[in-house]
Every structure is written in structure tokens, then in C-alpha cells.
């Protein structure tokens, strides 16, 4: 079978999602094609940091109500080292910024039930999704779907499909530059029926390794540790997960309340960007072509970034061919990707135990650091600015 299509859009993440509204917005059809089923990609249990930009954005596609209802505003972040906590007042060294936590997996709910009111096609659990003709101006994305081999024609491809998705690998070689970190830890993430221990997050210092606290509602809390890169998840029965952070948000009139834990996770930690984000008519965007280490929260603000400068390069071109836009997507994108790219490895430096750290330089180092940035305004403002996505 053979469709037509302006743009075929591979992965229902919300880059692949926000691509497809804004484009239906301006009138310009797409296909989205997603290798899992609904109801996998709305529990999955992600990022859930928005920066403000990605909030208005959300907004003024009309996909912002339950977010504005149900998120939560916060106006600053604790560091905690040493066992105590020091606030970095956002919003006072911002003039008034702040953040809005709310899950990523809420915000892809939200975006798939405006993409369903749209009647625009969203394909779910395709097999075998094969980009082609990428130098020519009629890509073809191949794939199967419901035990039927389909072909959908198009003038453009966005590779939305995450870091292991297809697109990127479909471009040819020695046209992509690579530039790769992996961290040697992982963060084991846990979502708990209790309410929340603080009303606002602390990222944790500890000589046993870095904590995080944070939220999903005044009923969640999702909280992380540093593990091993590899850890196998048996080895952290849900005892040891609560004795290890109790130990390492440790802190005078402070206690983490537990509840039973619903969700258990073992991410990877690592730094990765493709250039250009672009080859012939596919774009790719999001964690196809970037990913940021969590500690920034900056990886699904940046996949929001890539896909509104894509839709605006797309509407121009469908407009009146013109292609300024499109040709200058990768650079545009690429300055914000590095700056995320290097607050997110400021941070993760700063804040995670360095196994090779054999005399304890790195620690030294870390705790005046961590000192600098609690009592310099001028150090905490950088804080401030890079976490609430100010830029320049
Ligand atoms: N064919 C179709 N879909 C695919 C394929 C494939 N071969 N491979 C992956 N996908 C789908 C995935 O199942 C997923 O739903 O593509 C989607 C990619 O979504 P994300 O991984 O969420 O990536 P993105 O939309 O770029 O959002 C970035 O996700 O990983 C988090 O923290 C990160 O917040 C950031 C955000
Ligand atoms: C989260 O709430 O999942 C979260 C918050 C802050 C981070 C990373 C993840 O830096």
C-alpha cells in the first residue's frame, strides 16, 4: 500500500508530537509513526523539568490546559552538601523566572489526545520503519503495520525516534560527526506514593555518591541515586534503595518520607551529539541527534527547541519553497545544543562521586565549587539562568 504525505514524522516522543501540532496548526499534513503502543509511551516515566519557554510553547498550541492546572510552579532549587542545604532563589536572581515540573509522560498524553481530536494520522506499533531516498526530493519511509508492508511518500522526514531510533543511523556514512561522553554511573530512578519531603528539588552532594529529590504531584515523589552505569536492578531491593537515601539526603530537621514505590529504573549517563542535525530532506531532532546527562533537566526543552525551528523552516518552505530556513536549521539549533550540552556536564560534574577519584581531589574541588555557587550571587545567577533556560 502507497500514501502521500508532507511530512512523515518516526517517534511519538515529544518531539515527534509537538512537530505534528504545530505543523497541523499551519496546515501542513504529517504522518507519525511509533514503534510502541499507546499506552507504553504514556506510562513511560521520563524527564519532567519544563522551562518556561517550553510552557508557553505548549500553551499557544492549545495543549497547555491540564499543564497549567495540574503543574507545579517552583522558584528555586537546594543544593544540599555537607548535610545542608543552601537555596538557589531562582526567580530573585532571574527577574521572577522559574520552572514548571510536569512529567514528561503527562505532557505526551496531552499531545497525543490533541493529535487523535485532529484526525490526523498516528500510527502506533509499526514494524521495521526504513528511511530512503533521503537525497532525493521525494524520501519514502517504508514499514510495516498491522501485518501490512506500507510505503508513505514525502517531501520531508523528521527523525523524532530517540537516541536508539533508525533515522540517524539511515544517513550515509562519513556524513554525520559524532561526539560522545558516557559517564561512568547511571542514575537509579524510583517513583513513591508519598507525598513529597520538600516543596522544592535538591540535587544532593554526598561523598556515597549524588541524590536528587523531586516531585510529579503533591502525591509523587520521584527520587534518583547514582549507581553503577550497568547496575542490574535486582541488586537494589526497594530496603536498599530507601536505606541508601536516607543516608545521602541526610541533614539536620530534615526526613525523606517513604512510601511504597511504584515505578524502578537504571538510566545511563552520558553526553551525545550528531552534526549536522540534518542530511538531504530528513531533519532529525531531539534525542535522535542529542543527549544531555539528566542532572540539567534540559533533554525534552531541547527537543521542543529542535522541532519549533523545524516547523517554522517547514512552514516557510511549503509556503513559498522558500528553504533559508531549512538550510540553517542545524546551526541554529547546535548553539543551544552545546550550551545545554555544557551546563548539563557543569552539573553532573559538579555534583556526582568521580569513581577514579583515588586522593580525593575531585571532591575537594567539587565542595569549593559547591561553596563558590551558594555564596556568590554572580555564580548562583549563572546557576539560575542556565536551569530556567535564559539565554543570552
Ligand atoms: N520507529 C518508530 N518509532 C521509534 C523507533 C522506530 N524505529 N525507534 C524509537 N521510536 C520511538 C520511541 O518509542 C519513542 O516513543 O520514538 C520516540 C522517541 O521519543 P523520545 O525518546 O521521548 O525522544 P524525544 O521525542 O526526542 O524526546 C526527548 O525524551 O529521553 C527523553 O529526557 C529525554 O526528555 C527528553 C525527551
Ligand atoms: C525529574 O523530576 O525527573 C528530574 C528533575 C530534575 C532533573 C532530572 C530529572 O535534573
Known amino acids: ?7 512523515g514524522i518516526v517517534g511519538a516522543g ?76 531562582f526567580d530573585e536572581l532571574t527577574g521572577g523566572c522559574g520552572i514548571t515540573i510536569y512529567g514528561q509522560q503527562e505532557v505526551v498524553k ?53 537516541f536508539h531510533g533508525v533515522c540517524r543511523d539511515a544517513v550515509p556514512d562519513g556524513v554525520l560527526t559524532r561526539h560522545e561522553r558516557a559517564y561512568p554511573f547511571g542514575w537509579l530512578g524510583i517513583l513513591a506514593e508519598v507525598a513529597p519531603s520538600s516543596e522544592e528539588l535538591i540535587y544532593c552532594h554526598h561523598d556515597r555518591g549524588f541524590a536528587l529529590h ?29 536505606e541508601e537515601l536516607h543516608a545521602r539526603f541526610e541533614s ?38 542529542h543527549i544531555v546527562p539528566a542532572t540539567g533537566a534540559k533533554g525534552l526543552n531541547l527537543a521542543v527547541a529542535d522541532v519549533r525551528v523545524l516547523a517554522d523552516g517547514l512552514s516557510r ?10 538550510r540553517s536549521y542545524s546551526e541554529q539549533c547546535l548553539g543551544r545544543v552545546w550550551h545545554a550540552q555544557y551546563f548539563a ?3 553532573t560534574q559538579l555534583l556526582h562521586r568521580m569513581p577514579d ?13 559547591l561553596s563558590h555557587v551558594v555564596s556568590s550571587r554572580a555564580a548562583a545567577t549563572a546557576l539560575a539562568e542556565n536551569y530556567v533556560g535564559l539565554r543570552r
Open 14 to 89: 515529544p518531539a515527534g508530537l509537538v512537530l505534528g501540532h504545530l505543523l497541523h496548526l499551519r496546515g501542513i499534513d504529517s504522518v507519525i509513526l511509533e514503534d510502541r503502543d499507546r499506552d507504553y509511551v504514556e506510562k513511560r516515566v521520563r524527564a519532567g523539568v519544563l522551562e518556561q519557554g517550553t510552557v508557553d510553547l505548549l500553551t499557544e498550541m492549545g495543549v497547555g490546559g491540564r499543564l497549567q492546572r495540574e503543574g507545579l510552579v517552583h522558584h528555586g532549587v537546594e543544593l544540599r552538601f555537607d548535610r545542608r542545604g543552601h537555596r538557589i532563589p
Open 252 to 289: 539536620e530537621g530534615w526526613a525523606l518520607k517513604e512510601g511504597p514505590i511504584v515505578e524502578k529504573g537504571v538510566t545511563p549517563m552520558r553526553s551525545f551529539v550528531a552534526e549536522p542535525m540534518q542530511h538531504g530532506r530528513l531533519f532529525l531532532a531531539g534525542d535522535a541527534v
Open 214 to 242: 523531586s516531585m510529579r504531584s503533591p502525591e509523587l515523589t520521584r527520587l534518583y541515586l547514582q549507581c553503577e552505569p550497568d547496575e542490574p536492578i535486582e541488586s537494589w531491593p526497594d530496603e536498599r534503595i530507601w
Open 345 to 347: 556536564w557543569w552539573m
Open 1 to 7: 500500500m502507497s500514501e502521500r504525505t508532507q511530512v
Open 317 to 326: 518552505w511549503f509556503s513559498n519553497q522558500d528553504d533559508t530556513l531549512l
Open 357 to 369: 577519584d583515588g586522593d580525593g581531589f575531585q571532591t575537594k574541588l567539587q565542595r569549593a565549587q
Open 110 to 162: 496531552d499531545l497525543i489526545a490533541a493529535r487523535l481530536e485532529t484526525g490526523r494520522p498516528l500510527l502506533f506499533e509499526v514494524d521495521d520503519v526504513r528511511p530512503e531516498g533521503l537525497d532525493t526530493d521525494r524520501p519514502t519511509l517504508r514499514f510495516r503495520h498491522g501485518g501490512d508492508e506500507r510505503e508513505l511518500r514525502c517531501d520531508f522526514i523528521a527523525g523524532c525516534d530517540g
